[in-house]
């Protein structure tokens, strides 16, 4: 059984933050490495970035519902909560919904 190597999601250059994308991605990853470089060496290297566990659907992300927000703003002495500590409620309640 021969195992397909994975397509590359796209190029990138060494250094630089653009992200090439398409058929002519590496060609053009290299050229932009190369124009990047302005004749200095070493040119900085081109490579790929590929996918992990492309083949398997994205999970849905789960929101807070209005209730369910509007029940987190509430302390447990029923005062509201200040900012951080509802911030802090809040990302509890998405992570239980999302991560199990």
Known sequence: MTIKKPEPYCWVVEGR????????AKEEAILHA???AGGSYPIPKAFPLYRYHSDLPAREWVRLTDK?????????DDKTLDYEDYADAIEAKLKEKNNG
């Open 17 to 24: 933050p653009k992200m090439h994308f398409g058929s002519d």
């Open 34 to 36: 190369k124009l990047y």
């Open 68 to 76: 369910e927000k509007a029940d987190t703003l509430w302390g447990p």
